[in-house]
Nanobody
Framework: QVQLVESGGGLVQPGGSLRLSCASS????????MGWYRQAPGKQRELVAY???????NYSDAVKGRFTISRDNAKNTVYLEMNSLKPEDTAVYYC??????????????WGQGIQVTVSS
């Protein structure tokens, strides 16, 4: 079955860095757009960044310039490098795999999420 497993989260001080990883299985990884989302307490889930099979990336305004998304198709893994972390980055981070099949149909899979806490 399809599995997306996040790792690399934890507690970090403001200004610090973390690297999240999301390892996938059960999908043809190179055909999927991979993304990172996050959900803070009391807030809706929001897009952080995504990357297509090529080099095209997209970032939310909140993280642009601080976070970097990348992928290793040989390892079926997507990464999120997080630098200059702020307390407002505290959230559960989720990875997502998406493959567009048509204008109306897409395959979407979510990881279970991993906690990132930025606090002094």
């Amino acid at each position: 079955q399809v599995q997306l497993v996040e790792s690399g989260g934890g507690l970090v001080q403001p200004g610090g860095s973390l690297r999240l990883s999301c390892a996938s299985s059960g999908i043809t990884f190179s055909t999927y757009r991979m993304g990172w989302y996050r959900q803070a307490p009391g807030k809706q889930r929001e897009l952080v960044a995504y990357i297509i099979s090529g080099s095209t990336t997209n970032y939310s305004d909140a993280v642009k310039g601080r976070f970097t998304i990348s992928r290793d198709n040989a390892k079926n893994t997507v990464y999120l490098e997080m630098n200059s972390l702020k307390p407002e980055d505290t959230a559960v981070y989720y990875c997502k795999a998406t493959r567009i099949r048509s204008l109306l149909v897409a395959n979407e899979y979510w990881g279970q999420g991993i906690q990132v806490t930025v606090s002094s």
